[in-house]
């Protein structure tokens, strides 16, 4: 009865320490990121946004770093700027260690602060692992219509 115990106890140990190894996927991750810097922009809250950029984040090859971009929330913020953000679906590649995310994201809204970048934007991000969070480091936009 003893040893009956002894080997239940060890089976469940060993399924604990597994369920705990396992991880989710970096896909996933990086999905759930670009959701919630959407989320982020549209509530304006730089702070949420700045959770998903690394510290080296490039917009549109030198047009906007991360200062910039966060600065930017920071404004629509101030002003009381209600912009809209609706994701496309997200295709997630992986390049090496790295990925790559490309999506089409509408903008509505935004008040008198971003009128003319109202529109429909093809959307490619980069991504890299910092310590156990996937960052983006890179991004590029191009307006579609």
């Known amino acids: 009865m003893q040893a009956c ?3 239940r106890y060890a089976a469940f140990a060993l399924l604990a320490v597994l369920a705990a190894c396992t991880s989710t996927p970096a896909e996933q991750q ?3 990121a ?3 810097a959407a989320t982020a922009a ?24 991360r200062p910039r971009l966060l600065n930017m929330l920071r404004v ?4 009381g700027a209600k912009p809209g953000v609706l994701l496309g679906p997200i295709h997630i590649e992986a390049r090496g260690e790295r990925y790559v995310a ?21 959307i490619e991000t980069a991504w890299k692992k910092d310590s156990n969070t996937w960052l983006c480091y890179s991004a590029t936009w191009k307006r579609k219509l």
């Open 34 to 36: 670009i959701e919630a």
């Open 5 to 7: 115990w002894k080997t």
């Open 42 to 65: 549209e509530h304006a809250d730089a702070a949420a946004f700045g959770d998903v950029l690394g510290n080296d984040f490039d917009g549109n090859h030198g047009e906007l770093d």
């Open 102 to 122: 490309s999506f089409t994201a509408t903008l509505t809204g935004g008040g008198r602060i971003l009128p003319d970048r109202i529109g429909v934007y093809t």
């Open 76 to 79: 629509q913020r101030l002003r």
């Open 30 to 32: 990086i999905r759930e």
